[in-house]
């Protein structure tokens, strides 16, 4: 569960950046929050992957 759980956060992470750029450049404020989310909603659940590894 842990491997690709982390993968999966980290793709939403990449998904997120990739979104935010896209936003940046065509002035798409919507877009560049939706991209932020994404981010911020990958790292946190990679963190929340990492304390359960912490307790293994």
């Known amino acids: ?3 690709a759980d ?3 956060n ?5 998904t997120g ?3 935010e750029k896209a936003g940046d450049a065509t002035d798409d404020q919507d877009l560049q929050a939706e ?3 994404d981010q911020t909603k990958g790292s946190l ?3 929340g ?3 359960k ?3 293994k």
């Open 1 to 3: 569960m842990g491997i």
């Open 6 to 8: 982390k993968a999966e």
């Open 10 to 14: 980290t793709a939403e992470k990449l």
């Open 17 to 19: 950046q990739a979104k």
């Open 35 to 37: 991209g932020k989310k």
């Open 45 to 47: 659940k990679n963190a």
């Open 49 to 51: 992957e990492n304390i």
């Open 53 to 55: 590894d912490a307790f």
